[in-house]
């Protein structure tokens, strides 16, 4: 009884020693979440939350989990973004900021830049920092050459890689090395004339190199240089992975992608195959049910555990609410409403609004919204759903609560925003009378970056509806109205 009695001590004071804090300010953010994303894999661009916490009155919040290793995060708010490193036991204290004035608002999302507050010079953040800043510099006063100096271009880009390799010598962080080494690489991909062939590549950078999967710049250099990779391959090569895919055989595949000499590592080359479908999934070259059976077994089976996950996720990413894939199920219920669920809405175009009542661009669009109800109520139902919680200010959410047609709040943590993948606001679904997928996300009533809104879409599926409702004594009346 001790021995367990120490063991758990001891597991509890690992996991304790290996607990990274991240704490700061966030004016722009009071009462609001601010979420710490870790990336799964940097295939499929996976984000998985790890915590979260409401910023104080005083604009401060603090944030404790786990992490027994380096890896990039990303830190959300409202709609903003914005990456920085952690690293086992470190305390970071971090500014977050709204999204730059100059930037056009988008729905989906704004890229901010995290401010650290106080950075020791050992930590992965201050010595990344330090080298973009180097590299950008050199790139900066450099790149012109390439088209028309070859040869001072590549005398400075032999000099600036002698001067990274001395100053980084003595560093004992792999995650920086490594981090550093490959974006190198991806200099050296500049079409220049003097560059390595792709082979030259793959033996100097990939060949002797451990696959680092939490590494960005080594993933961000690996997705590249296998980008498109079937139709790199000879033709008896490929032929022979299509022969695997119609098959339905993994292993089928892997040997005859073993015919590639830069996939000759086994770890890579499993890697590559769920990238490379991934890469054909929407061309027609290959069946998609076949991909997905691969993929499948790939996450089922694969003797690396990494590998099994970026399959799973990409998977998911391949089949995340495309057009014509069935909608995902839901509940909709709420005290003093009907519970619904998808099939509620059966029988007709569902055009589903997710909304935050505190952001009040979404609150300026609701004007917009009634007006297309008003127009298309007749063919498309309308369903506005808010993530209910503390701190919703007063009026916008009468406002919503007062929409013409059915308004849920749901809780954060219900699955439907899981399912439907809603991570900015505001987000629109179309789906159509079978309970499939139409858009997602759709376009909303304001015009997006190329001027587009649904009115469009809804006026073609009125002409659609109004055609099979026709009168068959009188076939064209009311079919072609105008907007």
């Known amino acids: 009884m001790n021995r367990l009695i120490i063991f758990f001590l001891l597991l509890s004071g690992s996991t304790v020693a290996q607990t990274v804090t991240i704490s700061g300010?966030?004016?722009?953010?009071?009462?609001?979440?601010?979420?710490?994303?870790?990336?799964?894999?940097?295939?499929?661009?996976?984000?998985?939350?790890?915590t979260s916490t409401k910023v104080e009155d005083d604009?401060?919040?603090?944030?404790?989990?786990?992490?027994?290793?380096?890896?990039?995060?990303?830190?959300?708010?409202?709609?903003?973004?914005?990456?920085?490193?952690?690293?086992?036991?470190?305390?970071?204290?971090?500014?977050?900021?709204?999204?730059?004035?100059f930037d056009p608002y988008?729905?989906?999302?704004?890229?901010?830049?995290?401010?650290?507050?106080?950075?020791?010079?050992?930590?992965?953040?201050?010595?990344?920092?330090?080298?973009?800043?180097?590299?950008d510099r050199f790139v900066g006063y450099n790149f012109h050459l390439r088209g028309y100096d070859n040869v001072l271009f590549n005398q400075r880009l032999d000099t600036f890689k002698t001067n990274v390799e001395k100053a980084y010598a003595k560093d004992t962080s792999k995650f920086l090395k490594t981090y550093v080494r490959f974006s190198i690489a991806g200099l050296d991909n500049i079409e220049q004339g003097a560059a390595r062939n792709r082979y030259e590549k793959h033996d100097f950078y990939i060949k002797q190199s451990t696959v680092y999967y939490q590494n960005d710049a080594y993933m961000d250099y690996i997705a590249g240089f296998y980008q498109k990779m079937i139709p790199r391959l000879s033709n008896e090569t490929n032929q022979a992975v299509y022969m695997g895919v119609l098959k339905s055989s993994p292993s089928a595949i892997m040997n005859a992608l073993g015919r590639e000499y830069t996939l000759i590592n086994l770890r890579i080359r499993e890697m590559v195959m769920v990238k490379a479908l991934a890469d054909e999934y929407h061309s027609s070259d290959f069946p998609k049910t076949n991909i997905l059976t691969?993929?499948?077994?790939?996450?089922?089976?694969?003797?690396?555990?990494?590998?099994?996950?970026?399959?799973?996720?990409?998977?998911?990413?391949?089949?995340?609410?495309?057009?014509?894939?069935?909608?995902?199920?839901?509940?909709?219920?709420?005290?003093?409403?009907?519970?619904?669920?998808?099939?509620?809405?059966?029988?007709?175009?569902?055009?589903?609004?997710?909304?935050?009542?505190?952001?009040?661009?979404?609150?300026?669009?609701?004007?917009?919204?009634?007006?297309?109800?008003?127009?298309?109520?007749?063919?498309?139902?309308?369903?506005?759903?808010?993530?209910?919680?503390?701190?919703?200010?007063t009026e916008s959410l009468n406002k919503v609560q007062q929409l013409p047609w059915d308004v849920y709040g749901i809780a954060p943590g219900n699955s439907l925003w899981k399912n439907y993948q809603i991570e900015a606001f505001p987000h629109f679904v179309l789906i159509d009378a079978t309970a499939n997928i139409v858009a997602s996300p759709?376009?909303?009533?304001?015009?997006?970056?190329?001027?587009?809104?649904?009115?469009?879409?809804?006026?073609?599926?009125?002409?659609?509806?109004?055609?099979?409702?026709?009168d068959p004594e009188n076939p064209y009346d009311g079919i072609n109205g105008g907007q």
């Open 106 to 135: 988008r729905p989906t999302g704004n890229s901010i830049e995290i401010g650290f507050l106080s950075l020791d010079s050992t930590d992965i953040n201050y010595k990344i920092l330090g080298f973009q800043r180097w590299m």
């Open 25 to 50: 300010i966030a004016p722009s953010y009071v009462g609001k979440d601010i979420e710490v994303y870790e990336i799964e894999d940097y295939l499929s661009n996976t984000e998985r939350l790890i």
């Open 59 to 101: 604009s401060t919040f603090t944030l404790k989990f786990a992490n027994p290793t380096i890896r990039k995060v990303a830190i959300k708010g409202l709609n903003n973004k914005g990456y920085m490193y952690v690293q086992a036991k470190a305390k970071y204290r971090i500014f977050v900021p709204k999204k730059d004035k």
């Open 442 to 470: 759709a376009l909303g009533p304001t015009p997006n970056g190329q001027y587009e809104t649904i009115d469009k879409t809804f006026f073609a599926i009125k002409k659609l509806v109004d055609y099979e409702n026709r």
């Open 294 to 393: 691969i993929l499948d077994s790939v996450a089922d089976n694969s003797l690396f555990e990494a590998n099994a996950v970026i399959a799973k996720n990409m998977r998911a990413r391949l089949t995340e609410l495309v057009p014509g894939a069935k909608a995902p199920d839901f509940v909709l219920a709420q005290q003093g409403l009907k519970t619904k669920t998808l099939f509620s809405f059966k029988d007709q175009y569902l055009y589903m609004h997710f909304i935050d009542p505190n952001n009040q661009q979404s609150i300026k669009e609701l004007e917009l919204l009634k007006a297309a109800n008003e127009k298309y109520g007749n063919y498309i139902q309308f369903v506005t759903i808010y993530r209910d919680g503390d701190n919703l200010e």
